[in-house]
């Protein structure tokens, strides 16, 4: 699908004449260049004289004619003109969107190169962080990085999607002019953030979220209710969050809003409720926050009991509409099989589970531990992680509510616990500079680093590794193909000798 020249750019119709140049290539310019790798936005990165080049939605081997857009940090953005081979990698798009959608970065790309380029983002954020630190190479496991395991479903793998609302629709290039671009629901545009791509049809999204997306667009149109305007701060509608149990198929819908506005939100929940009558549960969430975060402030349950079912590892779990939960159900299963395979848990072994969410690495690894640690920030986690330790009959889990730095501090000083292994899953920014170096003090025999940003999670870990921390192994682990995400388990263990 031709995707509309974002502002500022060239138009697509100027003629695509390359240049051979033995300097680097100015704004505008048409270069012809082999794609080589992709970087952690999932942009094919390929040379040019004197820097690369980084192009959306171009794939490792082939071979693209670019205009060049523009420099950014490091090296220079373009944009596919033509795509001359497309190379040993291109698969069939799975969906309508490829290629416009910013939701899926590497919608062509064979899957068996997905991975191979995935390993290598672990593998080059290791080494760089290693590099940083002025720490050996040869302190890397002896097996190097493991092979990415891969996900077992490639569509309809996400139990939750996040849709965004907008005042201003992304237009695509074959739409005729003067359209009405007033109203759009569902993902952003790459590097487009005040427009909105109306997604009819998403190929990653669990069975019938799409559904329920073009529903939600319909009524809303039909009832003139007004979407989030993100300059003006503006409109009723915010996001769209669909989630679904996968194992029990519990739905929720979360509308999140500026405000109440009930007469409009809850007649618009009785009519989906109608429409889909698989959906188990309805809230809505409002946030006066001028983010674009789909959390709320304030929680009104519309309809059922406000949190749906899921089960990982043979336990279940209750989630509520802001609490975190691997969005991969199956492929999370895989994830913390891994880990409980790191932790080497032992009887009487205390096991901290640092940034717990609601309680599921722990609850699912921890059932032979002596005791469970959770420590969370966010008070709706904490809870549903108290309500799944007691609906699974688990006695011997303490969650802590807080910040980490906080409640670890509360854990060591007020309990004197100690953990003999210690899980660390922080989100995507990693950990805070000042964690480190009390997740070091600790002092756990076993430490497991989950990581959901390889560049972080690396840095993160030559730290422990500085801190005389022997790296036993780093497997990466696919939960989200066709983007550039991917998981790590870094295993390691106190070494013989460190104090
Ligand atoms: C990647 S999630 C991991 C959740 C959980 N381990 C799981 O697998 O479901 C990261 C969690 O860290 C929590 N978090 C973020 N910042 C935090 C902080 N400063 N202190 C404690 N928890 C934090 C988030 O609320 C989120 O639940």
Redesign the pocket.
Known sequence: MPETPPPNEASASSPATPVVLERKPRKNEIVDLTIERIDDRGRGIGPVPQTNLAIRFANPGARIRARVLGRSKKRLDGRIEEILDAGPHASPARCPHAGVCGGCALPTMEYSEQLRQKRRLVEDAVERAFTGRGLDMGKLPSGGIQDVVAAGKLEGYRNKMDFSFGSKRYILADEPEGVDASFGLGLHAPGLYQKVLDVDHCAIAFEGASEILRSTRELALERGLSPWDLKDHKGLLRHLVVRRGERTGDTMINLVTSERSAPEIDALAATLLERHPAVTTIVQNITTSVASVAYGEEEHVLFGPGTIQDEIGGKRFSISAD????TNTSQ?EVLFDLVREAAALEAKDALF?V????G??GLVIGEDAGSING????PT?VRDARLNAERNGVDHATFFE????K?MREALDERSLRPDVLVV???RAGL?PKVPAQLIELDSPRVVY?S?NPKTGAHDVAAFVEAGYELRSIQPVDLFPHTPHVEAVFSLVKSRGTS
Do not use: M, R, W
């Open positions: 609490s975190f939960f691997q999370a589970d940034y717990c969410g609601a599921t690495i420590f969370e920030s966010a986690a807080g910040d980490v730095l409640t899953d922080p989100p805070h989950v959901c």
